[in-house]
């Protein structure tokens, strides 16, 4: 199946501070991509919708100047958490999808102390 | 997109069949049922869909009813790495720049040894 990759896998940063997620299609081209928030026990949230060359949609409830997404290009999406606090740890999955199907990179946790 | 309902959690012993089930009885006519699976703290793995044809991978079965309000996911032979939750979802599945994979509570199997 397709590749997707994420990075970095795990990061810890301090409360203030700014953090960039990398979500790469490694095999495919992906005009989709989508972005996913995952805490502990529950399931994963889907948090943005982005096409390539424009702009994001966001979920009902996200925070669009807080988490900035771009999608400059076929394979890759990035996903910056600004100004971080502890509450924005959690486990970030990225997804691309390729014609019908979808598929999901490992994800990326975050701990913000 | 419909709604599904899984139940919370499934045990099943090691080398049997494990038969996960999904309600969908509010699925549309172009709603396809798509399952993912995901190992602790992984990203989502891909499975199986299909539209009322039972379909068939070197994964897994994918049962739908002849109403399609409901289906079953079979693993045949299910060993302890498949210890995950499962996800049903249902979906439109022409790839349209809009659709999306909104996720559920989902199923734990849990395989025993």
């Known amino acids: 199946g397709a590749v997707v990759s994420q990075h970095p896998s795990w990061v810890i940063c301090k409360s203030g501070t700014s953090v960039k997620i990398e979500c790469r299609s490694l095999d495919f081209q992906a005009t989709t991509m989508f972005w996913y928030r995952q805490f502990p026990k529950q399931s994963l949230m889907l948090m943005a919708t982005s096409n390539e060359g424009s702009k994001a949609t966001y979920e009902q409830g996200v925070e669009k100047d807080k988490f900035l997404i771009n999608h400059a290009s076929l394979t890759l999406s990035t996903l910056t958490v600004t100004s971080a606090h502890p509450e924005d740890s959690s486990f970030y999955i990225c997804?691309?999808?390729?014609?019908?199907?979808?598929?999901f990179g490992p994800g990326t946790r975050l701990t913000v102390t | 997109d419909a709604k599904t309902t899984q139940p919370p959690s499934m045990d099943c012993a090691e080398g049997r069949a494990a038969n996960l089930p999904c309600n969908h009885s509010?699925?549309?006519?172009?709603?396809?049922v798509y399952w993912y699976r995901q190992i602790h703290s992984q990203g989502p793995q891909y499975i199986i869909h299909g539209l009322k044809n039972n379909e068939t991978n070197e994964m897994a079965s994918l049962i739908i009813t002849e109403d399609r309000k409901s289906s079953t996911l079979i693993l045949p032979h299910a060993t302890l790495r498949d210890t995950a939750v499962y996800y049903c979802?249902?979906?439109?599945?022409?790839?349209?720049?809009?659709?999306?994979?909104?996720f559920g509570t989902g199923t734990l199997l849990a395989v025993q040894p």
């Open positions: 979802i249902v979906r439109v599945g022409d790839g349209g720049a809009t659709n999306k994979l909104i």
């Open positions: 509010t699925i549309s006519g172009n709603e396809y």
């Open positions: 997804s691309a999808r390729a014609t019908y199907e979808q598929y």
